[in-house]
């Protein structure tokens, strides 16, 4: 089983930049695929990042190019890199280990493993 806590989120002005990080515990934490999601109130939680074991990352599209995903093995945590970040980017951040083989489909809720952190909350002000 693998256990996350979430970090970095904060309140920051649209076009800032955030930094989000997910310690995680749990001796098969390098065996899974690991992704962020997001939740807004009212709305559906969607993935926004993924990166699978060995590097390979993919990201929704409405955060390509502003987004990084990175892992630190040696450390079993993960980031979130957040740029040129808009208000629509507001939401309670969650990482997650998923059940997929590789990143197809990592975006995808509905594949996380265990439960959900508590997450982080990220406020973009216009």
């Known amino acids: 089983q693998v256990q996350l806590v979430e970090s970095g989120g904060g309140s920051v002005q649209a076009g800032g930049s955030l930094r989000l990080s997910c310690a995680a515990s749990?001796?098969?934490?390098?065996?899974?695929?690991m992704s962020w999601f997001r939740q807004t109130p009212g709305k559906e939680r969607e993935g926004v990042a993924a990166?699978?074991?060995?590097?390979?990352?993919t990201y929704a599209d409405s955060v390509k190019g502003r987004f990084t995903i990175s892992k630190d093995n040696a450390k079993n945590t993960l980031y979130l890199q957040m740029n040129s970040l808009k208000p629509e980017d507001t939401g309670m951040y969650y990482c997650?280990?998923?059940?997929?083989?590789?990143?197809?489909?990592?975006?995808?809720?509905?594949?996380?493993?265990?439960?959900w952190g508590q997450g982080t909350l990220v406020t973009v002000s216009s």
């Open positions: 997650a280990a998923v059940d997929t083989a590789g990143v197809s489909g990592a975006l995808d809720p509905r594949n996380h493993l265990d439960t």
């Open positions: 749990g001796s098969t934490y390098s065996r899974y695929c």
């Open positions: 990166i699978d074991i060995d590097g390979t990352t």
